[in-house]
């Protein structure tokens, strides 16, 4: 079976103690910037009707980091570029939700990698990701939404079979499927 890469967080560190370089460093910025920047300017609706849901890229490039250098990056890109929503119309509620889904997709996927570093590891990182982030994110938006919104709860929880499990299913499927098709070419440049 193909592995997607050798190459883990440790293999990048340049101190006895397995800390962080400068060059591991330097990247994880790089991953924040580019997660910021899709974050920011690659978000629109994937879900017909249901145009207040929109989608962005920026898991595909925590799940990268994550992968590539280990649960701690993961989690770093999962919450520094979201902090940029605080200034914007998501605000306080809309970047909370976009960490929550994020983090809840990236640091089992990442720690499950970490394990085994395979093909499979990655694909059973994303599947336990997928899953374990579907669970969170809706129960998240049970008691986040109301807040962020204004709606009754049960206007909410009304939301989740046509709404809410269908548009974080297929945000949580693109991500993995496109993380799976640019990690090996990716952390093969990374290696460089």
């Known amino acids: 079976m193909a592995t997607i890469s050798s190459s883990r967080h440790d293999t990048h560190a340049t101190t006895a103690t397995g800390g962080w370089s400068t060059k591991r460093i330097a990247t994880t910025a790089l991953f924040c910037a580019v997660a910021a920047i899709a974050t920011l300017f690659l978000e629109f609706p994937i879900l017909p009707g249901v145009t207040f849901l929109k989608y962005d890229p920026s898991a595909i490039v925590a799940l990268v980091a994550g992968f590539a250098f280990g649960p701690s990056t993961g989690v770093l890109v999962s919450v520094l570029p979201y902090l940029v929503h605080l200034a914007t119309q998501s605000g306080v509620y809309g970047a909370l939700m976009a960490i929550i889904a994020t983090l809840s997709l990236v640091l089992p996927a990442s720690l499950v990698y970490q394990?085994?570093?395979s093909f499979k590891g990655a694909i059973t990182g994303m599947v336990v990701g997928g899953v374990v982030c579907l669970a969170v994110v809706l129960a998240a938006n049970i008691?986040?939404?109301p807040l962020y919104m204004g709606a009754p709860r049960e206007t909410v929880i009304g939301m989740i079979v046509p709404a809410l499990l269908p548009f974080n299913l297929?945000?949580?499927?693109?991500?993995c499927v496109v993380t799976a098709l640019v990690y090996k070419p990716l952390s093969k440049a990374l290696q460089d």
Do not use: A
Not at 170 to 175: C, D, E, F, H, P
């Open 143 to 145: 008691v986040i939404t």
């Open 115 to 117: 394990r085994n570093t």
């Open 170 to 175: 297929l945000k949580v499927v693109i991500n």
